[in-house]
């Protein structure tokens, strides 16, 4: 094996290392995102503003590390790229929430009593 080989199979093996602990995270955060939230909180709408504001953390968080790499501050595309992900699928994860409220409501809707 060449030395190059060789750096490219070193080089490799730490990207997948860190593609795993970013996804990780990812199943720990979504995790978050989709757990119930408590009675109190539910009640008053809390618990769906703490997740509007997590996502929106996100996204302006993945904003700030990709203008960073543009302006030439930090050298971390990888990093950049996966947060711009990470906040994509959270904005998806939040969709399909709101949609099956929505969609539980129209049901709520045309219940006759």
Known sequence: MSISTVSMAM?????????R????????????????????SAGSGQGFEQMLRRVDDQEQEAGRRIEAVERGESDDLV???????????????????????????????????
């Open 11 to 19: 080089a490799q093996s730490g990207m997948e290392s860190l593609l």
């Open 21 to 40: 602990q970013d996804a990780l995270q990812m199943q720990r955060e979504a995790q978050v995102l989709a757990a119930p939230a408590d009675a109190a």
């Open 79 to 113: 990093g950049a790229m996966l947060s711009s992900q990470q906040a994509s699928l959270s904005f998806s994860m939040l969709m399909q929430v709101r949609n099956k409220v929505v969609g539980a409501v129209d049901e709520l809707i045309k219940l006759q009593l």
